[in-house]
């Protein structure tokens, strides 16, 4: 998962001057003067609204990048840092205090982005910079209005809290007290009996907790709502899809890609389970079976995670120069966080610390085929920054967040020919294994958006209907799946471990068009794995100057909503699969 902002200018001057080699455990955090940016932003503001020529426009431009830059960081550290350690009660108010600050600074913000919009001069600087950068203004200006700012404050109160209690979670194991990621490599045990009881743990926590995510959620859909309606939505999915800046498709594009995915990916799966039914020697399929691919246990990688770092540092060495430049400058600043412990945030993601150009890596290392993942996936959303970080324009750095899912899904099938450094002579599994999760994978996610749209446009649910219809959507995408009673899953409240429907509405349905993307790159590397490298960095080297439909263009590939996408990468992987 990525996390990026919403609107930054950088000027040439902005370039130079900056010392970006700084150690994370360098960065000096101050707390915003609020006070002071807000008034920075009213100048730069009227400044806009003022100006006589273009040079003034310009000249406020590069005022606010050197502004934004600066609270942006201090905001991003406080996240990284409060999220490393939960508990952390310095960067717990930190983060409490942004929760509170950031709709009012977006207010400011929002103000500039329409004195611009609406300036003398917009004609120039649709010339100078694209038109696609004002299509995507014009998009977020409907994301907010001053008379939201509670609402929004209280949606940011509502997503710490969620984050927070799952954070908390320390479940009794086998003589261990582990978190949900320390969890994860138990859901893999060779023993079913352990897989069993892993799930059942887990479940225990999340059914211990049910009224509470049961509130948040709920209180989330309403406030959700409430600000939809506020800025002048019919439902909160209309504004979800301005908020997400999906310039190039809708919902009913996402609604036909949807149907494909059940046509055409749901039966491939099916087959995929069966065969995987037989591989384990099971006469039923349990969902606690469901990660568990082979009968002598699933692929891990070996070593410490010293090891897997290493082994990390030396693929990304050897598969061009850009990504060796790319990872001295991660590993030589301490740019990566990715060791489990008590108190740490679950999940991962990579941000970026704009001041000092520096993509940067959180994680969770669990003992599974998952701590490879973060070296690929979230590496390739951090390779892509990266290599983008001159652009002159930051706003521009970045495409919308399902090209962003294309850098890091696809650059997991580039990490192939290196597989043998963190798995040896298992590695061939690890590409079998993980050729079937992206598979598999697709219809999940494209579940967690139908019910997402369920919620959003149906939000006098209550909770007991909404795991119904959890439930319901179960038999359509995953017919394969048999809870075996399990508590939680089995109850139709699997969707509450997923972080992304409280803190990212609407986000999940990226990871599937990137997914078949990715898919896309790995039957192209198949056949020729220096072409597809060199339209992988076309895609990439872009940034976001181009729409998700432009950059697949640019690439030479289909894109996913295209009739028989979704067929061409079902066949080629189940050829793979055998």
């Not at 370039?15 to 609020?34: Q, W």
């Not at 942006?72 to 990284?80: F, K, N, S, V």
């Not at 997914?515 to 056949?527: D, G, H, I, P, R």
Request: proline share 3%.
């Amino acid at each position: 998962m990525v996390k990026y902002n919403t609107l930054y200018f950088r000027p040439e001057s902005r370039k130079k001057g900056c010392d970006i080699n700084m150690k994370f455990s360098e960065m000096e955090y101050t707390r915003l003067d609020i006070t002071r940016v807000l008034s920075e932003y009213e100048r730069i503001t009227d400044k806009v609204s003022d100006a006589e020529c273009l040079e003034d426009v310009l000249s406020a431009i590069a005022e606010h990048e050197q502004l934004l830059s600066e609270a942006e960081t201090m905001m991003t550290l406080a996240e990284i840092r409060a999220s490393i350690d939960t508990a952390d009660k310095f960067y717990e108010a930190e983060k409490a205090f942004y929760d509170e600050n950031e709709p009012v600074f977006e207010e400011k913000l929002q103000e500039f982005m329409l004195a611009l919009y609406q300036c003398d001069f917009v004609g120039e600087l649709k010339e100078k910079y694209g038109e696609l950068l004002f299509v995507n203004m014009e998009m977020m200006l409907k994301t907010f209005s001053p008379a939201v700012i509670g609402d929004l404050q209280r949606e940011n109160a509502l997503v710490t809290e969620y984050q927070k209690l799952v954070a908390s979670a320390q479940i009794p194991f086998r003589g261990e007290t582990l978190n949900i990621s320390e969890l994860g490599k138990y859901k893999q045990d060779p023993d079913r009996g352990v897989r069993k009881a892993a799930y059942e743990a887990e479940g225990g926590f999340y059914i211990a907790h049910a009224g509470e995510l049961d509130r948040i959620f709920d209180e989330l859909v309403k406030c959700r709502t409430l600000i939809a309606k506020k800025l002048g939505f019919d439902s909160f999915t209309q504004l979800a899809y301005y908020r997400r800046t999906r310039n190039c498709y809708n919902a009913e594009m996402v609604r036909n890609f949807r149907e494909m995915v059940v046509k055409d990916i749901v039966p491939t799966v099916s087959v995929l389970k069966e065969r995987q039914r037989e591989r384990i020697g099971v006469d039923r399929l349990y969902f606690y079976d469901d990660v568990f691919r082979f009968k002598e246990g699933n692929p891990k990688p070996q070593g410490t995670p010293e090891d897997i770092l290493a082994a990390g540092r030396r693929m990304y060495e050897e598969m061009s120069p850009q990504t060796a430049e790319f990872i001295d400058f991660m590993y030589s600043n301490e740019l990566l966080d990715v060791v489990a412990k008590k108190g740490k945030a679950v999940g991962g993601y990579c941000t970026t610390l704009m001041k000092y150009k520096a993509p940067f890596i959180f994680s969770n290392f669990n003992g599974t085929s998952g701590d490879v993942d973060v070296l690929t996936h979230e590496a390739g959303h951090a390779f892509a920054a990266y290599t983008a970080k001159d652009f002159e324009l930051i706003e521009q750095m970045n495409p919308t967040m399902e090209s962003c899912e294309c850098h890091s899904m696809s650059m997991e099938f580039f990490a192939w020919k290196w597989l043998k450094l963190f798995y040896g002579e298992d590695y061939r599994r690890a590409q079998l294994a993980h050729l079937a999760d992206c598979v598999t994978f697709i219809p999940y996610g494209s579940m967690v958006d139908h019910f997402q749209h369920i919620v959003y446009d149906e939000p006098e649910l209550t909770p007991a209907q909404r795991n119904e219809r959890w439930a319901q959507l179960e038999k359509i995408y995953r017919p394969h799946v048999d809870f075996d009673g399990l508590p939680f899953y089995g109850e139709g409240r699997g969707w509450q471990r997923q972080i992304h429907i409280y803190e990212y509405p609407f986000y999940y349905i990226d990871y599937c068009l990137a997914q078949t993307v990715a898919l896309k790159f790995w039957a192209l590397s198949q056949k020729d794995y220096a072409d597809a490298w060199r339209r992988y960095m076309a895609f990439v080297r872009e940034g976001g100057k181009k729409t998700f439909t432009g950059l697949c263009e640019t690439a030479g590939i289909k894109d996913p909503f295209a009739p028989g996408s979704l067929v061409q990468a079902a066949e080629a992987a189940g050829e793979f699969l055998g």
